[in-house]
């Protein structure tokens, strides 16, 4: 996200579990600044391990151009979706 221009604010592991056919998983959540969405998301669903991504909005209503996303990792990576 650095090499595109944006600025990681947080990263927060929300839960961790295990699934029967896809071993151990983590859902994280970040908040990324400077990126628009659509590069935001071209980026993540780049992550060969992503499993799924769930965008959402940012609670900082001071900053305009900062997004956040929910993800849970595993083998195969499948698109964000919109809120």
């Known amino acids: 996200m650095a090499a595109a221009g944006g600025t990681l604010r947080t990263l927060s592991t ?3 579990w ?3 056919e896809a071993g151990p998983l983590v859902e994280i959540e970040l908040e ?3 990126l ?3 590069r935001l998301t071209e ?3 780049k992550l060969p391990d ?3 991504c769930r965008k959402t ?3 900082d209503k001071s900053s305009a151009s900062g997004s956040s996303s929910s993800a849970a990792a595993r083998r195969s990576p499948r698109p964000c ?3």
């Open 50 to 52: 992503l499993r799924g």
């Open 32 to 34: 990324v600044e400077g």
């Open 43 to 45: 980026i993540l669903d």
């Open 57 to 59: 909005k940012s609670l």
């Open 18 to 20: 295990t699934d029967p």
């Open 36 to 38: 628009p969405d659509e």
């Open 14 to 16: 929300v839960r961790r």
């Open 81 to 83: 979706l919109e809120p």
